[in-house]
């Protein structure tokens, strides 16, 4: 059993929050309670190449997918949160799926890329894959105090990257020229 005094500080302090950032607005969400858990998904693909007359198949590299993750928020107005607060982070995750108005060119047309970072682990430029929000709770007027929000993300990139990078760097990527935070 510890005793409180041989707890680091680092241990009791609240963690920093995870935050999504529209890339185009640069409006940012904090998460109202970091998710107990998230998954990272990276699949390398293979092509098979026939060979005739050979006891095994042939696997030839094609290429790595795109790093995805898989999240749930809770968005709760009775925990510290507000009603309005939980409206506006449902808006928020919501507009991510959207085009902005004003779209002149095809990569204009198409929904905003997010700065996803999870303090000290993840930070990387992706676009949203799906949002399922689930309300349980409402309030006499009718409108959520309580929501999950269940988000995939997946990583969108401009440059090669490299297995030496990934193994010096992790998911520790630089964005459209702002700084990692």
Known sequence: MAIANDIPSSYLAIPARMHLSDLKTLETMNAQFNPAEFDEIVKVRWARLPSPGLSHERLHYDQTENHKITFELIFDAMEGGTVEGNLDA????????????GARTVSDGEPTRVLFVWPGMVSLTAVIGEVKIKHTRFNKEGRSTFFKADISLEEIRD????????????TQRRSDGLEEG
């Open 159 to 170: 440059e090669r990257l490299t297995s030496e990078e990934v193994r010096q760097t992790g």
């Open 90 to 101: 449902r808006n928020f995750l919501l507009s991510l799926c959207y085009a902005k108005a």
